[in-house]
């Protein structure tokens, strides 16, 4: 069984007279991307509605891009319209406000501070498999998402995903829903407070979450370190000490909710579907458990150990990148490898294309975790693998996510094998994150 691929060899591209390749893109962005890549060149001009833009498609162009010309560029629309639910966080932030904001929340992901949480991580796993029962069919998809949204609620806010953290993620779901629909119409070009179809269930989406929110912003304050992120970000203070705003730790609890949650999920999902297709992998992965923790549970200290589920967690980043796609708008007239770029160009960049691209990966589309076992990372070009992004602004979690997804793979591996119910089409879902369409449903079985 295989993922009914959305990105098909024979795609072409075709611009719309007035739209260009938006509602291509909205149709099937990975094979559009694909598409405009291979028929265009590295560096390809297209047009995004009334926007000129580029999809740059090889690593040099991308560091050109994202490093040694970052701050001629600012996050494409598109991300910005995230802002509506995600405020000034992070990920939607740029300039100066960015570089404050990312100095003071820096310390939260210290290493040490990140090895902290493992505990958290591996506790939730055995809580998730103890529900498990052998033979039980399930969509993996759902019982990932159940599984990282109890570890955000716990190292973001120390709260039981049975109250606040639950609430906040049917609230996130309805209000990203919203703005997907909307990036990828014409709405997008109208002002956020304009209504659109869904506007209200939006509205009070994101009123719910300000008030989960601020609530537990509001009770940290009152009571003190509780030794979680949120407790982080409320001491940090910049060089004036000058703490963060209310609003501005809002807004980085929403880009560290989604981020922390969702994106492992997936990544996680995408590496129960490949294990299941392929038992070669599958066998030596659990072969790999035994000789480290001989059934006990894993550890932080045993990371540099686990070799090969690293391997397997690169190999499934390679092929189903959780953040699939990212884009910059050009603030001013420059050049990209020799090439005239307008202010306003939009920039399109995507780990989909690079990932797959036979130039710096053999058999690209191949599940191979054995590729990276001979210094591939090491001789591979800066931006032909990047699934956290590059650069200044590389993914500020690329650790906790790698830490989270390599103790959770441990854990539950030892206990269960997860086998694909037959028959099933799944489907690649392209929005903000590479969600599986429709879930993957498997079955469960007891080692």
Known sequence: MTVTEVARSGTTVTEHPLLGIMPALAADALGTMTAVARERGDFARVRLFTYPGVLVSHPDLIEEVLIAQNRGFVKSLATRRLRAVLGSGLLTSDGDFWRRQRRLAQPAFHRDRIAAYAAVMVDAAERVAGTWRDGQQCDVHDEMMRLTLEIVGKTLFSANVGGAAQEIGRAVDDALHFLIRRINSPWVLLPDWVPSPGYGRFIRARRHLDRVVYQMIADHRRQGDRDDLLSMLLQAQDEDGQPMSDRQVRDEVMTLFLAGHETTAIALSWTWYLLAQHPEVERRLTAELAEVLGGRLPTPADLPSLTYIG???????????????????????????????????????????????????????????????????????????????????????????????????????????????????????????????????MLLHLR
């Open 311 to 441: 391997h397997v967690v690169a190999e499934s980043l390679r092929l189903y990148p959780p953040a699939w796609s990212m884009g910059r708008q050009a603030t001013r007239n420059l050049e990209i490898g020799g090439q005239p770029v307008r202010k306003g160009t939009v920039i399109l960049i995507s780990q989909w294309v690079l990932h797959r691209d036979a130039r710096f990966f053999q058999d690209p589309e191949a599940f191979r975790p054995e590729r990276w076992e001979d210094g591939l990372a090491q001789r591979l070009p800066r931006f032909a693998y990047f699934p956290f992004g590059g650069g200044p602004r590389q993914c500020i979690g690329n650790g906790f996510a790698l830490m989270e997804a390599t103790l959770l793979l441990a854990t539950l591996a030892q206990r269960y094998r997860l086998a694909l119910v037959p028959g099933q089409s799944i489907g690649l879902d392209p929005t903000i994150t590479l969600r599986p369409r429709g879930g993957i449903q």
